[in-house]
């Protein structure tokens, strides 16, 4: 197909070139009104320089956008079912040595803390964040006897994870809505057994421990 430019009256106009054929398969062409064909027009320094500032910054969003999807999104959600929690003290040896980090998933339902959980809490008399053992639900009686045995309710409380043992004597009667917490090193432990108020409510509960991931000597599932 061709393009001409033709004079009509004062004005120049395009046509369109086509090649037809009659009934008696002659072939001839005919202009019809066309379009000029787009010429292609040369940048200029500046907007091949805006040009090149347009694709940067789209290219920029799309990384934008590609970042916030696969970084700041999974740590939204991390933040918004699990935290890191910093074990301060060795009161929680063997189990968890002092200065652990461990990811601890939050504790939506209050009332599911069941008697051997591994729990972060707040402790408002100490004012400190505190990990600890339950050994005490709502209504229970915990009794030390002396010689290192817990009984619970009167019987005796089997606790296999402890790592040293103490001398403490003492009976605890649970409140509702409460709980009660010691330490695994019950030999090097402050805990409900010493405090002026020895139940946390439950309120105060952030979550449970569940997987030490620092030192990496201590990586695994806390038990």
């Known amino acids: 197909m061709r393009y001409h430019k033709r004079r009509l009256g004062g004005n120049y106009i395009f046509t369109e070139e086509i090649l037809l054929e009659d009934e008696n398969n002659i072939s001839f062409t005919v202009d019809i009104p066309g379009e000029a064909p787009e010429e292609k027009k040369e940048e200029?320094?500046?907007?091949?320089?805006?040009?090149?500032?347009?694709k940067f910054k789209a290219e920029l969003l799309d990384w934008a956008k590609t970042l916030f999807f696969f970084c700041?999104?999974?740590?939204?959600?991390?933040?918004?079912?699990?935290?890191?929690?910093?074990?301060?003290?060795?009161?929680m040896e063997t189990t968890v040595p002092a200065g652990a980090e461990v990811f601890t998933t939050r504790c939506f339902n209050k009332d599911n803390i069941k008697r051997g959980d591994v729990v972060v809490f707040y402790n408002d008399e100490l004012k400190l964040t505190l990990f600890k053992r339950c050994i005490g639900l709502p209504g229970d009686t915990v009794e030390f006897d002396g010689i290192g045995d817990v009984y619970i309710n009167g019987e005796l409380y089997e606790e296999p994870y402890v790592s040293s043992f103490s001398d403490f004597e003492g009976t605890?009667?649970?409140p509702e809505d409460c709980y009660f917490f010691c330490g695994d090193n019950r030999g090097g432990s402050w805990d409900a057994r010493y405090w002026d108020n020895p139940y946390i409510n439950k309120e105060n509960v952030k979550g449970k421990a569940r997987f030490i991931f620092f030192p990496f000597n201590s990586i695994g599932a806390v038990k």
């Open 172 to 174: 605890f009667t649970v």
């Open 44 to 54: 200029t320094p500046e907007e091949k320089a805006a040009r090149k500032r347009k």
């Open 72 to 91: 700041v999104i999974p740590v939204l959600i991390f933040e918004c079912f699990c935290f890191v929690a910093r074990v301060p003290t060795g009161s």
